[in-house]
């Protein structure tokens, strides 16, 4: 008869650790899921977008726009915005004819305004007609001060919290 080996002869073997113990805290289920299907969905849109979006972000990318990191198709919470230069907390929307007086976007505008960020909304036909009017607006928005809340808060990674 032979001897059972070293290691599971052990006297006391350490317990399992109980749920969640040594693990970071995780939200539910339900909220990583639509975090997935919230940043799938960015993902599809940066890969399909629209003739306007498409010439604003060869404007915007690469710091390309005096020197200001642009992210395009960013989630931030339960919303994504066209545009994004997080450290200045500036969101830029390129919308057609059917965003104009739309409930949803008011509430997300709400959202988003609360959260510090500052929003501006083109048209498409603003984009193609009038640029130099577009980018002088979105100089002036970056360059102007942060107001107080957006200084105290930090943008989460999501966010793109770094430059």
Request: aromatic share 4%.
């Amino acid at each position: 008869m032979t001897s059972p080996s070293p290691r599971s002869r052990s006297a006391n073997p350490a317990p399992p650790p109980s749920a969640g113990e040594g693990q970071p805290e995780r939200s539910d289920g339900r909220e990583r899921g639509r975090k997935k299907i919230l940043r799938e969905r960015a993902k599809s849109m940066r890969s399909e977008p629209t003739p306007a979006e498409h010439r604003l972000w060869q404007i915007l990318r690469a710091k390309r726009l005096v020197g200001y990191k642009f992210k395009r198709q960013l989630p931030i919470d339960d919303y994504i915005a066209d545009f994004a230069c997080p450290k200045q907390r500036l969101i830029v929307e390129v919308d057609g004819g059917q965003h104009s007086e739309n409930l949803h976007d008011e509430k997300r505008d709400g959202h988003l305004l609360g959260q510090g960020f500052r929003i501006l909304r083109f048209l498409n036909t603003d984009i193609f007609d009038n640029e130099e009017g577009v980018l002088t607006s979105i100089l002036n928005a970056l360059t102007a001060p942060l107001p107080a809340r957006a200084l105290r808060e930090s943008p989460s990674p999501a966010e793109g919290g770094r430059d």
